[in-house]
Every structure is written in C-alpha cells, then in structure tokens.
C-alpha cells in the first residue's frame, strides 16, 4: 500500500466536497474562524463525554479569545492570569459590571488556576511527570458548556465589534 498523503497543498484543486480547510490564508477573519473551531471541538468533546481533550479545548478557546482581545504584540504566552491583568488594567470592557462578563473572566480565572501552564489535558503528565489535571475530578457537563458557550458568544460579540468598527 503506498501513503497518499490526506492534506492538499494550496496551489492544487481539491476533489473532496467534505474537505476540511486548514489554512487560515482565505480566511475573511482568522481569529473569529479559529476561535469559532475551537469553541465547536470543545462542545463537541464536551458532548461526547471526552474530558481531557475538551478540558485543553476550553482553555485553548480562553487563551486565544483573550489573545484577540489584547490584541497584537502581547508577549504573555499561555499565561491567562497576565492576559486578564492586561485587559483589567486597560479598563477593558470585559471587567465592566454588567451581565455575564463576570461569569466569563470567573471562568478564565478558574481554567488558569487549574492549569497555570497550559499543558494540563494536553499531555498525560506534566513535565514534573504528574499526572495531568490531578487536583480535578471531573467537570459538571451541562455547567462545563455553559461557560465555554458564555466565553465564545461574549468573544464573538467583541470581535464583531471590532471588525464592524475598522
């Protein structure tokens, strides 16, 4: 059997009608699309009861969503905490009092507290070799989605703000 590779090169046609885009370079809006994907595998893990992967998915989807708030040029690498302060200190409209904001950066600040690092859920161990997400049991499903669904439609409100004001 010879290896056919299952990724297609970007100056070639494609002949799969399912065929899943990779490339963010035809994108109208990269960060909303990625964030909209990661948001999506999350829920779906999430659904599928895949606790590990879904777990990595949210924080990803937090990391990045704060990410796009900063903006470019933030030098904070996968430290939520940093990336809150920054937003804080900025007078961010995330930290205003209303609705479901506080729910949102309550949920950022407990995926940081449980994995400071970023590697939790993403390796079976960290690098000290102990097992990934040892200080958590389990997560409450329903609960779980509610957050990851509040910090996605709440980025996705934001960002579309900010491309309809450019």
């Not at 899943?20 to 659904?47: D, K, P, V, W």
């Not at 040029?73 to 995330?94: A, F, I, T, W």
Request: proline share 5%; hydrophobic share 40%; aromatic share 8%.
């Amino acid at each position: 059997m010879t290896y056919v590779s299952p990724f297609g090169d970007m100056d070639t046609e494609h002949e799969w009608s399912d065929a899943l885009c990779l490339s963010r370079t035809h994108c109208a809006n990269a960060s909303e699309e990625t964030i909209a994907e990661f948001h999506a595998g999350a829920i779906a893990l999430i659904e599928a009861g895949i606790p590990q992967p879904a777990f990595f998915l949210a924080r990803q989807l937090a990391e990045l969503s704060l990410k796009a708030l900063v903006g470019p040029g933030h030098k904070d690498g996968h430290d939520l905490d940093m990336l809150l302060k920054r937003l804080e200190k900025s007078g961010d409209d995330l930290f205003a009092a209303e609705g479901g904001r506080r729910l949102v950066v309550e949920f950022i600040r407990d995926l940081y507290i449980r994995d400071p690092r970023g590697d939790q859920g993403r390796y079976p161990t960290t690098k000290g070799e102990v097992p990934s997400l040892a200080a958590v049991c389990c997560a409450n499903p329903p609960l779980f989605r509610r957050y990851v669904d509040l910090l996605f439609e709440y980025t996705q409100e934001r960002l579309g703000c900010v491309s309809q004001a450019v």
